[in-house]
């Protein structure tokens, strides 16, 4: 059984959730800052630690649910002291800070696993044994009124990065914005050495909400939507089968699978997908966004 500690209090119960779900963790303590001012009381039933240097102590792994950068001093010190760490995201870090947690990553040799909203659905790894490169995928998300864009980008991004590979041959970015600097629109196309293609359209215009994620291969009879979480078979002009899971993966569900995987991962010795290594270079894509933005601004 491994002895895991949660830091944050957002997404805490969640996380919590999660962990107490999986028989083959447990949950040693809680620790946050605002502690030491006040414990929340959804949280008092909990074992709550008012020190990180204690909480290290009784800890043999370590989950973040916040994602804030006040809390990289934490993140940091955990991987010194040679704790595996599962991360809600890296969104708010620099890539002096990402580089920097892949140097004592691989100087403590521990697990850094980062949690993804649809990297671990089942039915990708039913698409990948079936699949053949190149591949194109084309994801698709309306947030009706989302003042900031940005975050939603970088989880596309940080999602298709283990999935097509790190090669890339060349990135574009094209923003469209109506009465303000803000952009309405999104428009991210990465060209990967090996053929592959992925094409990331995000707006804030659509009306609701939509997060579709299509993955094609090139004269192939295979689709993989995750809207619906199916795979589907069509041959010729036959209406599609569907050969995959319909399973609906929810938040909940997909971070309870991740963290099994993460106990297997620390467990086996064994890499993530979504590596911190994948991080800095989704990193590295989003600043062409952000160069973009720049160049609208200054116009």
């Known amino acids: 059984m491994l002895h895991i500690s949660l830091v944050g209090s957002t997404n805490s119960l969640q996380f919590i959730k999660a962990i107490e779900g999986n028989p083959s963790l ?9 502690f030491q001012f006040d414990v929340p009381k959804n949280l008092r039933g909990y074992p709550v630690y008012y020190s990180f240097a204690e909480l290290l102590k009784h800890s043999q792994a370590i989950a973040f649910s916040s994602v804030e950068n006040t809390y990289f001093p ?9 704790k595996p760490v599962f991360l809600q995201s890296t969104y708010y870090l620099s890539l ?33 044994k079936r699949s053949k490169s190149p591949l194109y995928i084309d994801c698709h998300s309306s947030w009706e009124g989302e003042k900031n864009l940005l975050p939603i980008v970088r989880k596309q991004v940080s999602g298709i990065i283990p999935f097509l590979g790190n090669n890339i041959k060349r ?37 609701g909400y939509t997060n579709t994620l299509r993955v094609f291969e090139y004269q192939s ?22 050969i995959g ?25 064994t890499q993530p997908r979504n590596t911190i290594e994948n991080e800095c270079i989704s990193y590295k894509i989003m600043e062409k966004v952000k160069e973009k933005l720049r160049v609208c601004i200054d116009i």
Do not use: C
Request: proline share 3%; glycine share 2%.
């Open 245 to 269: 899971s319909s399973e609906e993966y929810s938040h909940d569900k997909l971070l309870k699978k991740q963290f099994d995987i993460f106990y297997k991962n620390v467990v086996n010795h």
């Open 74 to 82: 934490f993140i940091e010190r955990a991987v010194q002291f040679s």
């Open 96 to 128: 002096e800070e990402h580089q920097h947690l892949v140097k004592l990553k691989d100087e403590a040799g521990v697990v850094i696993q980062l949690y993804h909203p649809f990297l671990y659905q089942g039915v990708i790894d039913e698409y990948a």
């Open 26 to 34: 447990k949950l040693s303590g809680i620790f946050d800052p605002s």
């Open 171 to 207: 990135v574009t970015a094209n923003t469209f914005s109506s009465l303000s600097e803000v952009p309405d629109i999104i428009q991210l196309r990465i060209d990967f050495n090996n053929g592959n293609m992925a094409n990331i359209h995000v707006n804030s215009v659509e009306k």
């Open 221 to 242: 009879n295979f689709q993989i939507d995750l809207r619906n979480n199916e795979l589907q078979y069509t041959n010729n002009q036959s209406n599609p089968v569907l």
